[in-house]
């Protein structure tokens, strides 16, 4: 996670310094600042989360840079400069629409004002990835607050409301840092949640969450088949619905299948109903697909509610949460993703890994270093003599374990040493 600081830091530097006083080279450089550093993090680490830790520390330079005097806000040029770097046709439509208002109002900060409305419509409609979404929403907000242009001074710009909004901003950005990193990793120690399997045996349980998905699943597919692996995809019913044939080619090659909900919504705040509905939903899509009813459930986020429990109790679902976390959902490079794996494994971990899904939706993100690691993670995990078993047999076997009425090795064969 640190290169995640490093770009916010140095994209926060970038934007602090050359900021010259007026003229329409000021313009040409914030404008560049906006457009190049975003571009450049995507250098070093090719992620959404590096593009909105980019945006928001160039932007936020803006209003509190640290390295020169605030010669004047430029953060609308910055922002339409972050714009063009996430769709050139968006910003130049962008800018089209202000020099229109520009034209016709003849007042600067109402042409930004009412242009930036146009940010978030768009953002929803032509950007399918969630960092692209959260940065559009971030420049709205921004801009809205910076050029609200009817009802306040300049004094309550600038001061209160300013910095009220970069707190929210800020600690909304943590709060989101917060669910994905730590909520992933599931709350407190419950027995009827399955984090991972017996610890005696050196067995793991690879497991994809979010799919199916038509770039990555059959990617990762072709990897597990290569190398043998047997692994456990919790897929999303939407996405089981759009895409059918790898739902069942998921199937057809051994994989175990789970519901991951009907379209990934947090069970927290849901109601009693709408929680039914996001695990039936999802069920009959699954067995619509694949004509097979999971019977393993994991909760999106791995957060899941009192009702949630009781329900999938009583509909015969096993809850299986994970004991490693791979951190790919933030699109790390393939070695950090290799490397969270080897330091955190033990016997019986349960390891989750993404083919879809993004920071917040279902679908979207890039998981081209989940399946560039997945190879050297087999090779490895093999290396240290680890075998692979999907998530209803690990539960077999501990079932097995716990009666004792059965030899392991009449199932397993002999069992490699630890
Ligand atoms: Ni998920």
């Given at each position: 996670m640190y290169q995640f600081v490093i770009i916010a830091i140095s994209s926060y530097i970038l934007g602090s310094i050359?900021?010259?006083?007026?003229?329409c080279r000021k313009y040409t450089i914030e404008f560049a600042k906006g457009l190049l550093v975003p571009l450049v993090s995507g250098f070093y680490v090719h992620s959404g989360l590096s593009y909105l830790m980019a945006s928001v520390g160039v932007l936020a330079a803006q209003?509190?840079?640290?390295?020169?005097?605030?010669?004047?806000?430029?953060g609308e040029i910055v922002s339409l400069g972050i714009v063009f770097f996430m769709s050139p046709v968006f910003g130049m439509a962008l800018a089209l629409m202000f020099f229109v208002i520009k034209k016709i109002t003849g007042n600067y900060d109402q042409a930004v004002f009412v242009s930036s409305l146009m940010i978030p419509v768009m953002a929803f409609k032509i950007f399918s990835s969630d960092s692209y979404i959260i940065i559009s929403l971030i420049i709205f907000a921004n801009l809205v607050i910076q050029f609200?242009?009817?009802?306040?001074s300049k004094r309550i710009k600038s001061a209160v409301l300013y910095d009220m909004a970069v707190g929210i901003g800020v600690l909304g950005f943590l709060i989101l840092l917060y669910f994905n990193k730590y909520v992933y990793r599931g709350f407190g120690a419950q027995t009827?949640?399955?984090?991972?399997?017996?610890?005696?045996?050196?067995y793991v349980a690879l497991t994809f969450d979010?799919?199916?998905?038509?770039?990555?699943t059959p990617k990762i597919l072709d990897i597990l088949k290569e190398k043998n692996v047997p692994a456990t995809f919790f897929l999303i019913g939407k996405n089981a619905e759009a895409y059918p044939e790898i739902a069942k080619r998921i199937v057809a090659e051994g994989h175990s299948i789970g519901n991951?909900?009907?379209?990934?919504?947090?069970?927290?705040?849901?109601?009693a109903k709408n929680t039914y509905k996001e695990i039936k939903n999802a069920e009959a899509a699954i067995e619509e697909a694949t004509g097979i009813r999971p019977t393993l459930f994991r909760p999106p986020r791995g957060v899941y509610s009192g009702y949630a429990r009781k329900l999938l109790k009583e509909e015969r679902y096993t809850l299986v949460l994970w004991d490693?976390?791979?951190?790919?959902w933030a699109e790390l490079a393939p070695k950090k993703i290799v490397a969270n794996v080897i330091n955190r494994v033990k016997p019986g971990s349960i390891i989750l890994l993404h083919d879809s899904g993004d920071l917040l939706t279902f679908r979207g993100g890039n998981r081209n270093s989940t399946v560039k690691a997945l190879p050297e993670i087999i090779d490895k995990l093999r290396d240290e003599g680890y075998e692979f078993l999907t998530v209803d047999q690990m539960i077999f076997i501990s079932e097995l374990m716990e009666t004792e009425?059965?030899?392991l090795e009449d199932y397993l064969g002999p069992i490699p040493a630890q």
């Open positions: 050359f900021t010259l006083k007026n003229g209003s509190r840079p640290a390295f020169s005097k605030n010669n004047g806000y430029t609200w242009p009817l009802f306040l009827d949640i399955i984090r991972h399997g017996p610890e005696q045996i050196k979010d799919g199916p998905d038509p770039l990555y991951h909900t009907y379209s990934h919504k947090s069970l927290i705040p849901l109601s490693v976390s791979t951190e790919d009425e059965y030899s």
